[in-house]
């Protein structure tokens, strides 16, 4: 299996330590962007849902694709970041992101289809990017603080998911969205007009992001950025319990289903928010009015990882990662079986319990695994897929018993949480 070897930074002359903080805030800037794009598609799904007449289970293609690229592409991004290494391959990345960008502005005039195609390309440059970059922050500093840094960025890819549905709110959903009643009561003309216009919405703020990304592309391109080698021998070293191969690992296959679960979780309530919040027994706002709201879903992520960047120095990550899915699951109960605004906001705050959870399996799946570190990455990255099964599970629940019921889907998620968080509560301390 191809993949990328482990990564270690170059040794710098004494005093340079003061050396990781450019590159974390360089790096950091990259957790930002694909927050912003991933968060986007919760403003896409309900937006081209109602645009062509979609089914929950179909409007959910868009997770599949967007997700589905993390499976696909994870191993040949490993190996591409192998051969280039992980500074060209950020390029790389953005350079495949910004075309999958640019894709939607013949995709406005093609079809659902091709829209889809496009959220495959776009998402295949940002899984080049985890891959590059998740490990990169591991190596830069202390071990036993990983979880605690990785935590930091990932702050700011919930930053970028807090931003995201707002400014779509504003560019994408902010003219009058016709019902399916009012739509057919317009001649036939007139109603291939309106979708063609709705569809165009999504023109401007994607070729805005293409832009974005070429512009990030050259900066990286022209970046220094300390060199980070292969050290599988010396990585070799730096754990006790070798292994034969990186499934001899059990933390790291069970913490692979974690982020699969986790992910899927996560990803398939932000798809559901704003259909959940125009619901008549809930709040009955409309999609632009709800895509507002989901900001508060990704900015609980990002207050709760600032948090956890200083509290975990201090908690055992487990206990807190056992801790957070327990509320979780409470949350969505209280959403699952309420009404009104208890229930928006039971379901909204789910996002401050999510915050520390993806950076805390990521590290403790890769703890100790010493030259298969940079293959664990890989595996981890592959996991992501679950963004793309666990909402089309939902989507089938949505579709036959209705959307509130549907959130007992990342429910059943969260219970494996909790398991893996309290099986591995002591690991840093073996």
């Known amino acids: 299996m191809q993949h990328v070897s482990t990564a270690k930074a170059v040794p710098q002359a004494p005093g340079a330590h003061q050396g990781h903080t450019g590159p974390l805030i360089v790096i950091t800037i990259l957790f930002f962007m694909w927050g912003f794009l991933t ?79 496009s959220l495959f390309v776009l998402a295949a440059g940002i899984t080049v990017l985890q891959v590059a970059a998740n490990p990169y922050v591991t190596v830069l500093g202390d071990p036993a603080t990983a979880s605690s840094r990785l935590t930091l960025t990932q702050a700011f890819n919930s930053l970028g998911a807090t931003v995201a549905p707002y400014l779509g709110a504003l560019l994408i959903l902010s003219s009058t969205v016709l019902s399916l009643d009012d739509l057919k009561k317009l001649p036939a003309a007139e109603q291939v007009a309106y979708r063609a216009h709705e569809a165009a919405t999504v023109q401007l703020p994607y070729l805005m992001m293409a832009a974005l990304l070429v512009a990030l592309a050259l900066f990286f391109a022209m970046a220094r950025l300390p060199a980070i080698a292969d050290s599988d021998d010396a990585a070799a070293a730096d754990h006790s319990d070798d292994k034969a191969s990186v499934t001899g690992y059990r933390h790291l ?18 798809s559901f928010l704003i259909n959940f919040m125009g619901e008549k027994n809930i709040a009955a706002f409309s999609a632009d009015t709800a895509a507002k709201y989901v900001t508060i879903y990704g900015g609980g992520a990002m207050i709760g990882r600032f948090i956890g960047f200083a509290a975990m120095r201090y908690i055992s990550p487990g206990k807190a990662l056992a801790f957070n899915a327990a509320c979780s699951i409470a949350l969505i109960m209280v959403a699952v079986f309420g009404s009104g605004m208890t229930a928006m906001w039971a379901i909204l705050l789910v996002g401050l319990c999510n915050s520390i959870m993806f950076p805390t399996i990521f590290s403790m799946a890769l703890h100790k695994l010493g030259k298969f570190t940079g293959q664990g990455s890989s595996i981890l990255c592959m ?48």
């Open 39 to 117: 968060s986007l598609n919760d403003v896409l799904i309900p937006h081209l849902k109602s645009v062509y007449e979609l089914s929950y289970v179909k409007a959910m293609l868009v997770q599949l694709c967007f997700f589905g690229a993390y499976l696909v592409v994870s191993l040949p991004a490993g190996f591409l970041i192998k051969k280039i290494g992980y500074q060209k391959g950020v390029v790389a990345g953005l350079a495949i992101a910004a075309t999958g960008c640019a894709m939607f502005y013949p995709a406005a005039n093609a079809g659902y289809a091709l829209f889809l195609l």
């Open 253 to 270: 296959v069970l913490g692979a289903l974690g982020i699969f679960l986790y992910v899927g979780a996560e990803v398939s309530i932000g």
């Open 383 to 430: 996991a992501i897929v679950g963004g793309a099964v666990v909402p089309l599970a939902q989507s089938v629940l949505a579709d036959a018993f209705g959307v509130q019921l549907s959130f007992l889907v990342p429910a059943a998620c969260y219970l494996f949480v909790i398991y893996y968080g309290l099986k591995y509560a002591k690991m840093y301390q073996d």
